[in-house]
């Protein structure tokens, strides 16, 4: 029994101090205890892309074109292409990709925030509602990279789009409002990643391929929308949740469980 107990304790998740003193032995007096404090991550507020200023949007712009120049985007976009369990590929109701959809793209978008705001610490992700903005967001309008994806013969995604009409991005949000009457998760999920799949489609060209699609800065605006819908929904049903185990509770190739990723306080930011 003690031996399983301690197996289980050497798998943790990867929520640990951004600093651990005296060579990764953990802290050793109470001065480094309130040292490891001090480093906790600020709190984070994640705006509406239409709430946002003008420099915030520059240096959102900024941070996006700095990780691509240093390939980090690149990177984050293969991870994308690969794994291919997280989205729903069947229509059995434990469907693992299904499953894991919301979480695995929470953890993704934490990943990618991390990364923006080595570049301006006070960035954050927005969300794009498109309940409220029935359209590409003007100021994004021309935020069209060209992104360098590694692999054995790396490739270059050149953004590009071609939404549809506004009438037509409201018939594909329609039911929205039944979704967020959803009681269990699985209807939930399954109505939220449907919408989901339909906005990447309107937006077209390089969002409506799921191997090219995180290359355009849209698409986690757009996914931070899902995640705050989920984040909306999750409160009055706490007990629907993913139903995965084993390895499959772990967000690859970040080891994060799904049970964590149920709270964005473990995370370090909110929704306004």
């Known amino acids: 029994m003690i031996e399983r107990q301690l197996a289980a304790l050497a798998q943790p998740d990867l929520f640990t101090p951004s600093v651990i003193p005296h060579d ?3 802290p050793r007096t109470f001065a480094d205890l309130v040292a490891m404090r001090r480093t906790q991550p600020e ?17 959102l712009i900024n941070a996006f074109n700095a990780i691509n120049q240093s390939g980090v985007l690149g990177n984050f976009v293969a991870v994308h292409a690969e794994m291919h369990d997280q989205h729903r590929m069947t229509n059995a109701p434990d469907d693992m990709g299904a ?16 990364e923006l705001r080595r570049v301006h610490s006070d960035v954050t992700i927005p969300y794009w509602d498109w309940t409220a903005d029935q359209q590409v967001p003007q100021w994004l309008t021309n935020v069209l990279p060209a992104v360098i ?8 995604i050149r953004v590009t789009r071609s939404p549809g009409s506004k009438e037509d991005l409201q ?9 967020m009457r959803a009681g269990t998760f699985n209807t939930f999920v399954d109505g939220l990643e449907n919408i989901h799949d339909l906005v990447h489609d309107w937006v077209g060209a390089t969002m409506s391929v799921l191997s090219t699609a995180p290359a355009d800065p849209l ?31 772990v967000m690859e190739p970040w080891r994060v469980t799904e049970p964590t990723t ?3 306080a473990n995370f370090h930011y909110e929704y306004r």
């Not at 507020?45 to 520059?58: A, Q």
């Not at 018939?171 to 979704?179: H, M, T, Y």
């Open 24 to 26: 990764g032995m953990g």
């Open 43 to 59: 709190e984070k507020v994640r705006k509406s892309e239409k709430d946002l200023t003008t420099t915030e949007r520059s240096r």
């Open 99 to 114: 499953q894991r959809f919301l979480p695995w793209h929470r953890v993704l978008l934490d990943q990618v925030e991390t």
């Open 149 to 156: 994806v590694p692999g054995i013969t790396p490739r270059v």
């Open 171 to 179: 018939q594909r949000i329609a039911g929205l409002g039944n979704v």
């Open 219 to 249: 698409f986690f605006m757009h996914h931070a929308n899902v995640d705050r819908l989920w984040w909306t929904w999750h409160p009055s049903h706490q007990n629907e949740n993913p139903t995965l185990m084993g390895d499959d509770m």
């Open 262 to 264: 149920r709270n964005i």
